[in-house]
């Protein structure tokens, strides 16, 4: 499978997990838009005795952080063009190199031009988890930063090539 297929299929578990832990609301506070995720929460205070209250703050901050961040935003976006393109390489045999770069532009444009409409449900976490807020906020940021650079190795759609987006037959490890 191409490098660029797997780096989608990889960003979008990685960011799945995250959408389904925490959805949420976004009309109450938290989050920073940019920099360290901070929501607000004692950051000493484990995960696993957060009320409810702790968890609905926790989970809006998260959702502020995620659509204030323009940089997170920004590869979003592109992470949805290059994700229309690669299902438009999958499905259309015929698709040329202009189409796939139409299909990412205009799928990029949009969610960039796009207002949040966010809507969700969000829950404690099940189980005993040890951590505290401070850490896995921590943990948030780096998997944040992370994502963003993954996604921001990906080519500019005004580029992509059908090579860029196709699972190869072959055995490329790259």
Same mark, same amino acid.
């Given at each position: 499978?191409?490098?660029? #297929?797997?780096? #989608?299929?990889?960003?979008?578990? #990685?960011? +799945?997990? =995250?959408?389904? &832990?925490?959805?949420?609301?976004?009309?109450?506070? +938290?989050?920073? /838009?940019? /920099?360290?995720?901070?929501?607000?929460?004692? !950051?000493?205070?484990?995960?696993? !005795?957060?009320?409810?209250?702790?968890?609905?703050?926790?989970? @809006?901050?998260?959702?502020?952080?995620?659509?204030? $961040?323009?940089?997170?935003?920004?590869?979003?976006?592109?992470? /949805? /063009?290059?994700?229309?393109?690669? =299902?438009?390489? *999958? =499905?259309?045999?015929?698709?040329?190199?202009?189409? *796939?770069?139409?299909?990412?532009?205009?799928?990029?444009?949009?969610?960039?031009?796009?207002?949040?409409? !966010?809507? +969700?449900?969000?829950?404690?976490?099940?189980?005993?988890?040890?951590?505290? #807020?401070?850490?896995?906020?921590?943990?948030?940021? $780096?998997?944040? &930063?992370?994502?963003?650079?993954?996604?921001?190795?990906?080519?500019?759609? @005004?580029?992509?090539?059908?090579? $860029?987006?196709?699972?190869?037959?072959?055995?490329? !490890?790259?």
């Amino acid at each position: 499978m191409h490098k660029t #297929v797997r780096k #989608v299929l990889g960003v979008g578990a #990685v960011a +799945g997990l =995250f959408v389904a &832990a925490c959805g949420g609301d976004s009309s109450s506070g +938290g989050g920073n /838009g940019g /920099g360290a995720f901070t929501s607000g929460v004692p !950051s000493d205070q484990p995960i696993s !005795s957060l009320g409810d209250g702790d968890v609905q703050k926790f989970c @809006a901050a998260i959702q502020h952080y995620l659509e204030s $961040d323009a940089e997170l935003k920004t590869a979003q976006c592109h992470f /949805g /063009g290059v994700s229309a393109a690669i =299902f438009m390489a *999958l =499905f259309n045999a015929s698709a040329t190199d202009a189409d *796939l770069q139409k299909a990412c532009t205009d799928t990029e444009n949009g969610c960039m031009h796009a207002s949040s409409t !966010s809507s +969700g449900t969000c829950s404690k976490p099940t189980g005993t988890c040890t951590a505290t #807020v401070g850490e896995l906020e921590a943990c948030m940021t $780096d998997s944040f &930063a992370e994502v963003e650079s993954t996604i921001n190795e990906f080519p500019p759609c @005004a580029t992509l090539k059908r090579a $860029d987006v196709s699972p190869s037959t072959g055995g490329s !490890s790259g």
